[in-house]
């Protein structure tokens, strides 16, 4: 398209007359160039293929019964349930800018938060819808954007399955849509809906009834039973033709209706505006982009008579400082995601699976048709009736009634033609066409792993047919994961830009929900969120719980690891109970009773111990019995609940209790002193009969000297013996020897 040489960019400025009319121009060149590729006309027949239109009547002219074994649809199905089988696992590459632990807790929330608005926003559902549109038409396209309406005014991000047939881009040659100059976005609005989003712009807005005559989608025909050949110049074949039509003003947009068709573009504008600025103290003019990132969000509608809205790129918030909006995703790009479902060289539209599997599809709707016309006629087949019979054909009916043949040999004559026998060749073409079908289609049945003579399927053949799969179906997985992977940095880059309010989320800590606060303002960093390669595909979970369960007979793996292979609801309770023991769980459960933690602690502290243990503590007064606790506690508490008492009073009961406790003092003294008393008396008796037993020892000790200077002796006379027995004698009777002497006793 020849470009207009009063203004650099691909769209007039803003303000200009001509903004909306040129976005109609190009879109009416890349509607144009879809309809040279045969896009609309292909994808619609598409849709009939899956909605098993397989052929424009039920019955040919003779009445017979056109039969369609839908294998495009079952082969979508498993297609589609084996991609979206599991939700994607993300990983985000941690680039470290400032301290590493404070760092890594921003990259673990930004991981934390994309699973839970995956999960709380179901995208698990929107990829689907998405893989089913990429499976029909080729391709699929998703729009990421923030939409300040949801979550009660506070603002979600949304995503949104963009079908094919309103999706273009410009130039209409480009590779990737992510460096072309502009995408666009189009679809029929409600005429009520538009004026209450563009208020004020509603006086201008009108019906686009005949436009959308022109735009009527076929696929709601062929949901009539209706072809998409009877109805090929309908969708988009000559919207170009009324696309000119409007840009030469002749009123055909002019008519009133209950619908419009809005038009939605991003495009790439590098148009600059002057800001003064002052630096070291001097005023002067410098240029900066009028659009950030210059991205430039126009939308018309009514032909590109009413510009609804034009401008700044509405992915990036104003507020935020440019540098740090340079480090979002979507600073510099569009937020659509092109998907083809197998890639295509030449275009990005992609290819499906049905252009390769029509041909066959069609071969097997003939074998079973062929069948179906054999099974059916072959009891009531060509009926013989020969010429000279002498019975009418009329009077061949189904009702009881009497012929007569001309003659008996004539009459045996009369009879049906046999039919064939039996159908092994057209059986056999049908299993030839379907192993074929299943063959280019790169699926499988899991009868496949079912063994000769077993009804159970094992688990490893299973693994091995899904691990199987997953090769064939390797590219698919890849462009599909590159585009979760693309939404959930669209995702981030709007979090870090519109999450300006503190949100909580919750994520599974051990199988438990746990919160977390978001705010989008301190997650600005340079983060780039991976998917793990195959993590949406389906796993045998039978698989997964059997190698746990061996893994941990062998030591391989711990508890908790087992728990979780085995998706273990509230499995950090378990793990809890489990490590506890039974005294554990019984002191939860007193806890969860409502005993004080003062008892709680005294309870902890008795279990601990052995039995001999407490005794003796309990003797040596180093730990109290349990009455006395219970009783203080008591005691404690009644205090606690006791009124407030007057000031007067409390003075009164002050004094009392001082009294009272004097007395009691003094009793404890004088009962020390008795206690005192008590024990020396004990003690000296102790020490008197120390004494005592002390002389008597040292009473034995001599006798036992005695008798041994006895014996050690050698008495040779008896003189000397007598001399030694006189003077031991002389020894014993102490200083009064009477013998030979006079009495010296008075008599009184």
């Keep these: 398209m020849p470009q207009d040489l009063t203004y650099e960019e691909l769209i007039p400025p803003e303000g200009d007359k001509k903004v909306g009319y040129k976005v109609f121009d190009i879109l009416n060149e890349v509607l144009q160039d879809k309809q040279d590729l045969g896009l609309p006309a292909k994808w619609a027949h598409f849709y009939e293929l899956g909605k098993n239109k397989h052929w424009k009547n039920t019955k040919n002219n003779q009445g017979v019964a056109l039969v369609a074994a839908n294998l495009l649809y079952k082969h979508r199905q498993r297609t589609c349930n084996m991609i979206t089988g599991n939700n994607p696992t993300f990983d985000i590459a941690r680039i470290i800018t400032g301290e590493e632990q404070e760092d890594n807790k921003k990259f673990d929330s930004l991981l934390k938060l994309t699973d839970f608005w995956w999960r709380e926003t179901e995208q698990q559902d929107i990829f689907d819808s998405s893989v089913n549109n990429g499976e029909t038409y080729g391709c699929c396209i998703e729009k990421v954007i923030f939409n300040p309406e949801l979550e009660w005014g506070l603002g979600e991000v949304e995503t949104e399955t963009v079908d094919p047939f309103y999706f273009g881009f410009y130039p209409v040659n480009c590779r990737n849509i992510k460096k072309a100059e502009a995408n666009l976005h189009f679809w029929p609005m409600s005429l009520r809906e538009a004026r209450r989003r563009w208020p ?100 018309v509608c009514n032909g590109g008579k009413v510009v609804l809205s034009d401008q700044n790129n509405p992915s990036i918030n104003p507020e935020m400082p440019d540098e740090e909006a340079q480090i979002t995703y979507l600073y510099d790009k569009f937020p659509f995601i092109l998907t083809p479902s197998i890639k295509d060289t030449y275009s990005p539209w992609g290819m499906s699976d049905f252009e390769q599997l029509e041909g066959l599809q069609k071969e097997i709707d003939k074998s079973i048709s062929q069948y179906t016309l054999l099974k059916d006629k072959a009891a009531r087949g060509k009926l013989i009736n020969p010429a000279n019979s002498g019975v009418r054909d009329e009077e061949f009916t189904n009702y009881a009634s009497i012929i007569r043949p001309s003659t008996a040999e004539h009459g045996k004559g009369i009879g049906y033609m046999p039919g064939p026998q039996d159908y092994h060749d057209i059986l056999k073409a049908i299993e030839l066409y379907k192993d074929l079908f299943f063959s280019v289609a790169g699926t499988f049945d899991l009868e496949q792993a079912q063994a000769p003579g077993r009804d159970v399927i094992a688990f490893k053949a299973i693994a091995a047919l899904l691990e199987q799969a997953q090769i064939m179906s390797k590219n698919k997985t890849s462009n599909y994961c590159r585009m979760i992977r693309d939404r959930g940095r669209m995702f981030l880059s709007h979090v870090q830009n519109w999450y300006t309010e503190d949100r909580w989320i919750s994520y599974q800590d051990e199988g438990v929900d746990t919160p977390l606060s978001i705010n989008g303002r301190d997650l600005v960093l340079p983060a780039k969120l991976m998917v793990v390669s195959g993590s949406t595909m389906p796993i045998s979970k039978i698989q997964q719980r059997d190698e746990a369960l061996a893994l941990y007979e062998r030591g391989a793996i711990d508890r908790p690891e087992l728990l979780k292979k085995l998706d273990w609801p509230d499995r950090k309770k378990v793990l809890d109970r489990m490590n506890a023991g039974p005294v554990g769980e019984a002191m939860q459960k007193l806890s969860a009773s409502g005993v004080p933690p003062e008892l709680m602690e005294y309870f902890q502290a008795i279990i601990s111990l052995d039995v001999k243990d407490i005794q003796q503590d309990i003797e040596k007064g180093e730990m109290p019995p349990a009455m006395a606790v219970l009783t203080e506690f008591m005691q404690q508490g009644e205090q606690q609940q006791q009124p407030e008492v007057p000031p007067a009073e409390q003075a009164e009961l002050a004094k009392t209790q001082a009294d009272i406790q004097k007395i009691m003092a003094e009793v404890a003294l004088l009962q020390e002193k008795t206690m005192s008393e008590k024990v020396d008396q004990q003690v000296k008796s102790e020490g008197i009969g120390f004494d005592t037993e002390k002389m008597e020892l040292e009473k034995r000790k001599l006798d036992l000297d005695t008798e041994k200077t006895v014996r050690d002796l050698d008495i040779r006379d008896l003189d000397s013996s007598t001399k030694l027995m006189q003077e031991v004698n002389k020894n014993s009777q102490g200083p009064y020897n009477e013998k030979g002497l006079k009495s010296n006793n008075k008599k009184v």
């Excluded at 039509?245 to 055909?252: A, T, Y």
């Excluded at 038009?263 to 659009?291: F, I, L, N």
Aim: glycine share 12%; net charge negative; charged share 30%.
């Design 200 to 299: 004020k712009q509603a006086a201008n807005i009108s019906g686009d009834r005949e436009l959308l005559q022109e735009l009527g989608d076929d696929r709601r025909e062929i949901k009539g039973g209706m072809s998409g050949a009877e109805t090929s110049a309908g969708y988009l074949s000559t919207l170009a033709g009324v696309v000119k039509k409007v840009l030469n003003f002749d009123g055909s947009g002019k008519t009133d209706g209950d619908e419009l068709i809005v038009c939605e573009m991003w495009v790439r504008d590098y148009t600059m505006k002057s800001e003064p600025v002052e630096h070291e103290g001097q005023k002067a003019v410098e240029s900066t982009p009028k659009y950030t990132g210059y991205i430039r969000k126009i939308t």
